[in-house]
């Protein structure tokens, strides 16, 4: 770790230091969140029975269907359109009212579980726990977004000039067909409130909000070798496999020259016969970025740690960086928003709220803060954990606080 602490993360550790001043809750919509816990759980159980895993173009249309029912239900306009890349889609639900900031919502409607998941991860409850795959990631944030906004608008709320909710369907896979259109959309407004899940409050590191993540990508290593019999004359060929090996092992740790980057060697896809050698191997690399220009730095290091020499003589290595997702580095104005929520969050018997300084996933407020133009928080979503594994649960009791969040978090930004 460099000795020098970046200047944001040593403004959250001062801000974790001092406790919000703790004011009264607001009984009005603090007792309305309580009403609609019953209406998220219903919510929640419905959207995890529609299996919408990223690449599951059928489940990601009927998880659409369900979700645009839901935002037309609330009273908004809803935009459909399809990603421009994959075959996902992004609903745009907009809202007018009668104030003058520009406010933003955005959660994914995807998840990372294959068809099939839930006949053996079903939904349950225990304790004070909901499981299901993507109950926490994201479909626990898309019910917070949608049920915080309807309490409010049923109590009159109109303290907005535009209001947008926003649903991509890629989030998981890269949003490589929605990433451009978040940019966009999040530049015509003031702020941008992102609804990832957090951690659980039974966790070390608690429930918070986030205030950088890593930026992700994906770097492929392709190697061209020659076949030959890989009994008779093995000679005569360029094993392409043992070439890709030996370039694997030689960067492995490549990206601890690198600041700002990190790379793990994770797929690896060669020979189709035993008896051949291999000609073609094409190795594929998960990539992790905090830096904005870390990618292509991380791409020169790994070139001229290749060009130092190889295995197999004879042979072609090629490297290709994705486009991927930028990271989420955050400012002062993610700052004051997380001091705000912690605030907030006080009002609730003095509830704590975390601040934390990044994580190594990736998440759509990097493409909502590209323009510079909205201040973006990120985390606002259910507590939970097991996100991307087995067992993926939210807690029950942090449903009204997340309600009560959001909604005050509105209010609040709406009168500024």
Known sequence: MSRRTHPLLLLALVAAALTPTAQAADERLLAAARAAQPAVVE???????????????????????????????????????????????????????TGKRKLMLQGHMDTVYWP?????QPYKEDG?????????????????MMHAVALLHASGWK????????????????????????????????????????AATSTPQGEGVLLNAAGATSLTMTVKGRTSHAGAAPQLGRNALMEAAYQMLQTQDIDKTVPGAQLNWTLLETGKTRNQIPELATVGGDVRLTQADAGERLL?????????????????????????????????????????????YAELGGRKLALHPGTGGGT?????????????????????????????????DTIVPRLYLTSRMLVELGRE
């Not at 099939?116 to 053996?120: I, V, W, Y």
């Not at 407020?365 to 323009?371: E, L």
């Open 159 to 198: 303290d907005y000039a535009q209001l947008t909710l926003l649903v991509n369907g890629d989030e998981e896979s890269g949003s490589n067909g929605s990433g451009a259109l978040i940019a966009e959309l999040a530049s015509a407004h003031d702020t941008v409130l992102s609804f990832e899940p957090t």
């Open 364 to 396: 759509d407020a990097a493409f909502a803060q590209q323009s510079g133009k909205a201040g973006v928080l990120e985390s606002m979503g259910l507590p939970g954990a097991g996100y991307h594994a087995r067992d993926e649960y939210i807690e029950i």
């Open 43 to 97: 919510a929640l159980r419905d959207m995890v029975a529609i299996e919408s895993g990223t690449m599951d173009a059928p489940g990601l249309a009927r998880m659409a269907d369900d979700v645009e029912k839901r935002l037309k239900a609330l009273g908004a306009a809803v935009e459909r359109r399809k990603a421009t890349v994959g075959h996902s889609e992004v609903l745009i639900a907009r809202f007018t009212g």
């Open 300 to 344: 020169a290091a790994v070139k001229a740690k290749v060009a130092e020499g190889k295995r197999v003589p004879d042979t072609e290595v090629t490297l290709v960086l994705g486009k991927g997702r930028p990271p989420f580095v955050g400012d002062a104005r993610t700052l004051a928003l997380a001091k705000k929520a912690q605030a907030i």
């Open 128 to 144: 004070n726990r909901l499981y299901g795959p993507g109950i926490a990631d994201d479909k626990g944030g898309l019910a917070v």
């Open 116 to 120: 099939g998941t839930l006949k053996t």
